[in-house]
């Protein structure tokens, strides 16, 4: 189980960083012309996604994260999650969404998920 979590955020990890860097070009080339009123909100979760994805590395190549880090992985992770649940909903719910919405929801939610699978995991490991 643990090995499968570690590939699965590790997997994760790859993509949240693929996106931020994604949204770091888009924040520098597209958006101050078309719309700057945005740049604020990208740079946040570019900010978090990179944050993210650099306490998820750090954890997992901890042999054994401390409870610091295991706190701090976990409220990144969740904050992630709660952008990446407020742009699946705003991609359902506006007529007119495109569909980077939906990718960079999903992609934070997915990290999210499988942050918290392997906290569990590493937990119940060395809780035996």
């Known amino acids: 189980m643990i090995a499968a ?3 699965g955020l590790e997997l ?4 949240t960083t693929a996106m931020a860097c994604w949204l770091v070009i888009v924040v ?6 078309r719309s700057p009123e945005f740049i604020p909100l990208w740079v946040i979760v ?3 996604a990179f944050a993210l994805a650099t306490v998820s590395v750090v954890a997992i190549r901890c042999g054994r994260p401390s409870t610091a ?16 649940i407020a742009f ?3 991609y359902v719910e506006l007529p007119d969404a ?17 942050a918290f699978v392997w906290l569990a ?3 119940r490991r060395f809780a035996r």
Do not use: C, E, K
Not at 28 to 33: A, H, Q
């Open 5 to 7: 979590a570690r590939a």
């Open 12 to 15: 994760s990890v790859v993509a």
């Open 28 to 33: 520098l080339t597209i958006l101050p012309t």
């Open 46 to 48: 570019a900010v978090v």
């Open 69 to 84: 880090l295991s706190w701090v992985l976990g409220s990144v992770a969740a904050l992630g999650g709660g952008f990446g």
């Open 88 to 90: 699946v909903f705003m």
């Open 98 to 114: 495109d569909g980077y919405l939906l990718a960079i929801g999903s992609i934070l939610l997915l990290n999210w998920v499988l």
């Open 121 to 123: 995991a590493r937990q």
